[in-house]
């Protein structure tokens, strides 16, 4: 049973794209092509590199107890630098091309020059990596083929289109990061960067007007990702879309993992049917007629790169 994905972002929230992804194997599933934004970019690169999820959980869990921002001397303006992140992506992707991984993969990013989306699916896959986790402001933009870039969730919060265009014979299954537990409210919302220090310090700059704008920014950043992200989905239908109940983590809160990974693992249980029944002969001969009379070429909203260069489609 083939199908595409489209992966969300949503910051430490794409932990339970792994649990997507465990359950999708456990039900014998054969993800053909992933189309990922920011986290989902992340994960989606290194699960096409051939990594288990086991494999990416032991980074992750690596990762949560070393959690480095440093920035470097070359950095674009941000205030946390990509530090120990990188120099892990670095360790498990090294100079691996688009073209040497094992599932086709496609990332996506914003260009600050044009405003236009850019597909990534060329050249290095740690640099387009670093460019689609570039939350604006937080994380350093990155640059490729002379363009500026930083997170493709700004405009395509879930990259449906792009995971169709890649395989448009199979089922996309889409995961969305940002439907909360039922009973959470809003006023729950902790800062998306978690401050270090003793309890007691954390609670007296909490009240800082700064902190306290810097929080409202976010949240409103949030409600603004979160209804663009149900708009996309209704524009591109998506055949399954799976939603974990994670809308309430911030986007680099500390996380439990394993909650995480249940989260992921309930909400694709909870769609296996729908993805089977999207699978089957009657629906793979629709798509084909479709694919036939439907034009598949890169819409004219998006930008590709080649060979360093961006290229605007035509």
């Known amino acids: 049973m083939e199908i595409s994905l489209a992966l969300g972002g949503g910051g430490v929230r794409g932990v339970a794209h792994l649990g997507v992804l465990r359950t999708l194997e456990k039900h014998n599933f054969e993800v053909k092509a992933i189309a990922g934004t920011s986290a989902g970019g992340l994960v989606g690169a290194v699960y096409a590199a051939g990594y288990s999820t086991e494999e990416i959980v032991d980074f992750v869990n690596d990762m949560d107890k070393n959690r480095s921002f440093e920035r470097h001397s070359n950095d674009h303006p941000s205030l946390l630098g990509l530090g120990s992140v990188a120099n892990k992506l670095k360790e498990l992707l090294g100079d691996r091309t688009f073209d040497e991984l094992k599932i086709p993969f496609a990332a996506t990013a914003v260009s600050l020059h044009s405003g236009k989306e850019i597909i990534l699916t060329k050249g290095k896959v740690i640099d387009a990596v670093l460019a689609t986790i570039a939350v604006p402001g937080v994380f350093p933009s990155q640059e490729i083929g002379g363009n500026v870039l930083i997170d493709g969730g700004v405009i395509d919060p879930v990259p449906v289109q792009v995971a169709r265009w890649m395989r448009p014979d199979l089922p996309v299954v889409a995961v969305m990061l940002h439907k909360p537990p039922e009973n959470?409210?809003?006023?729950?919302?902790?800062?998306?960067?978690?401050?270090?220090?003793?309890?007691?310090?954390?609670?007296?700059?909490?009240?800082?007007?700064?902190?306290?704008?810097?929080?409202?920014?976010?949240?409103?950043?949030?409600?603004?990702?979160?209804?663009?992200?149900e708009l996309t989905l209704q524009l591109y239908e998506p055949e399954v879309v799976i939603t974990p109940e994670v809308g309430h983590i911030g986007l680099l809160q500390n996380i439990n993992v394993q909650q995480m990974l249940d989260a992921g693992i309930n909400a694709t249980e909870e769609t296996i049917s729908q993805i089977k029944a999207e699978t089957n002969w009657m629906k793979r001969m629709q798509r084909k007629v479709k694919q036939h009379v439907k034009d598949t070429r890169c819409p004219e909203i998006w930008e590709n790169i080649e060979k360093g260069k961006i290229i605007e489609q035509k």
């Open 184 to 229: 959470w409210t809003p006023e729950e919302m902790p800062l998306p960067i978690p401050l270090p220090g003793p309890t007691s310090i954390i609670e007296r700059l909490t009240k800082l007007r700064p902190v306290q704008a810097f929080q409202i920014f976010s949240r409103s950043i949030e409600v603004a990702s979160s209804r663009l992200t």
